[in-house]
């Protein structure tokens, strides 16, 4: 069974620009979320996604939005570039589509350089 | 606002000595706990969970985690730790609430030496 796949693996982007960050869950989950990881504030919830409709958000700006298809497969984009978007994005899914039981199954993950 | 704290950045460990990697959490309800294993240049791994019944909750790869109410910890453990422990391990935590969200310490590198 395939795990969750992130793409692209890295990317570089400078000031300004914008960025799409794609994830294809495993197969059968509903559920999407998105976290941000960086050295200094950790890992943080960025939203949650189930049956294409966004059903939690967390602390983050306009500028980070994402969306879910109906094939599960979610993206995310991040506009308006800044150097504190540096980041590794962890995209992880859950079956039935709750963070309540917490079985989160992490992506590898993609690492965004903001110049 | 819940809170989760782990209390050591980094634990030095020699191999087949026994550890402890400590979590604290603070919240108003009731929670579920969790740990995660992050090995390097990958996604995290569920180790463990706490959702209700017996506070001693057992994990993949040896590990082992006990939920203190009274204390708010869930301190995760292990006998005898292997080279290929070598990670970085999350404390998370998730309230009961309509809007749940999943809350992650800011991490714990456990490096092994031989």
């Known amino acids: 069974k395939a795990g969750v796949t992130q793409t692209p693996r890295y990317l570089i982007k400078t000031r300004g620009q914008q960025v799409t960050l794609s994830c294809s869950p495993i197969?059968?989950?509903?559920?999407v979320s998105w976290y941000q990881q960086t050295p200094g504030q950790g890992l943080q919830f960025l939203f949650e996604?189930?049956?294409?409709?966004?059903?939690n958000k967390g602390n983050f700006p306009g500028r980070f939005s994402g969306r879910q298809f109906s094939n599960s497969r979610s993206e995310m984009n991040v506009s308006t570039l800044e150097l504190g978007d540096s980041a590794l994005y962890l995209c992880?899914?859950?079956?039935?589509?709750?963070?309540?039981?917490?079985?989160?199954?992490f992506g590898e993950g993609s690492r965004l350089t903001v110049l | 606002a819940q809170s989760v704290t782990q209390l050591d950045s980094q634990v030095p460990v020699f191999e087949e000595a026994p550890v402890e990697l400590r979590c604290n959490y603070s919240?108003?309800?009731?929670?579920?706990l969790f740990w995660y294993v992050q090995y390097p240049n990958q996604g995290l791994q569920l180790l463990l969970k706490?959702?209700?019944?017996?506070?001693l909750v057992k994990g993949i790869n040896g590990f082992e985690a006990e939920f203190n109410k009274s204390q708010t910890s869930f301190h995760l453990r292990k006998p005898s730790v292997h080279i290929s422990d070598t990670a970085e391990y999350f404390c998370?935590?998730?309230?009961?609430?309509?809007?749940?969200?999943?809350?992650f310490g800011s991490g714990t590198r456990l490096s092994i030496r031989p």
């Open positions: 996604y189930f049956s294409e409709t966004q059903r």
């Open positions: 197969s059968g989950h509903r559920s």
């Open positions: 919240s108003s309800v009731s929670v579920y």
């Open positions: 992880a899914s859950s079956l039935e589509g709750t963070l309540n039981t917490g079985e989160l199954f």
């Open positions: 998370a935590v998730i309230t009961y609430s309509s809007a749940s969200k999943i809350i």
């Open positions: 706490y959702l209700s019944g017996s506070t």
